[in-house]
């Protein structure tokens, strides 16, 4: 993927086109009946980094129109925010990126996407969240159309959560000490920090069972760590469980097997 860094202090960042540019307040341009019908961002599924791996993803854009939609007018932005300047913080399909259209029937078609998305590059803790996805498309008989906003998706932190319960064996009644950690991917300083004052379940599941039982709930302390206690009183797995928030996935830890005397 090409970047264009689009101010000084958003390094990493893509200026998007003209034919795209997204505005609150900028109604959707549209000539004759196309229509996009449909805009999938990485299969339904969020977006989820860490701090170097880059991710693949793809936007897949359907559009429609009586005379066939013309094949490679077809193609998305996204988009996270804007700027003081005018410009917009987002990715844009590069020129020497095709896409993979199929013509569904004569008049849809549909084109897929392969994008990356680099956390050193693209990416800062401010970024993370929800993204908008506007479409472009260009019919066979000149109608065309610019979605500014077709869909939603979320580019999310991936984040790792920890439990250790001890002591191991132990006897029955007698209390456990249940830790861990919550720890985030940081976006700035390439390492996983920790979540404070997050709510985070603990969980048990007995021997022989399948599900798992919430008896209390924990804040992570201002390093992200965990501790609680619990009584002994059957043998069994304890796990943190984590619901996720509006720029961090829901995340639960492997569980950690108590033998009960």
């Not at 064996?169 to 830790?179: D, E, L």
Request: glycine share 8%; hydrophobic share 35%.
């Amino acid at each position: 993927m090409r970047h264009r860094t689009i101010v000084a202090g958003f390094a990493g960042a893509l200026a998007l086109p003209a034919l795209a540019i997204p505005g609150a307040a900028q109604a959707d341009e549209v000539s004759g009946d196309i229509r996009i019908t449909k805009v999938v961002v990485n299969g339904g599924n969020n977006i989820v980094l860490g701090t170097t791996g880059v991710k693949t993803f793809t936007i897949a854009v359907t559009a429609t129109d009586d005379s066939g939609i013309e094949v490679g007018r077809t193609f998305p932005v996204m988009w996270h925010r804007p700027l003081p300047n005018g410009d917009y913080y987002g990715l844009v399909v590069p020129d020497d990126i095709a896409g993979k259209c199929v013509r569904e029937s004569f008049t849809t078609t549909t084109c897929t996407y392969t994008l990356e998305i680099n956390p050193r590059i693209d990416l800062d803790n401010t970024t993370a969240g929800t993204w908008t996805v506007g479409a472009h498309a260009l019919a066979n008989d000149g109608d065309y159309i610019t979605k500014d906003s077709a869909a939603k998706a979320k580019v999310l932190r991936n984040s790792r959560l920890t439990v250790n319960a001890s002591p191991e064996p132990v006897k029955k009644n007698k209390t456990i000490t249940v830790t861990g950690a919550l720890t985030p991917a940081n976006w700035e300083t390439y390492k996983y920090g920790g979540y404070t004052k997050q709510p985070v379940k603990l969980q048990f599941k007995k021997k022989g069972t399948s599900t798992y039982k919430t008896p209390k709930t924990v804040a992570t302390d201002s390093k992200g760590n965990l501790r609680t206690t619990t009584k002994a009183t059957a043998d069994g797995y304890f796990r943190y469980s984590f619901a996720g928030t509006s720029t961090t996935p829901a995340v639960a830890s492997a569980a950690d097997y108590v033998d009960v005397k």
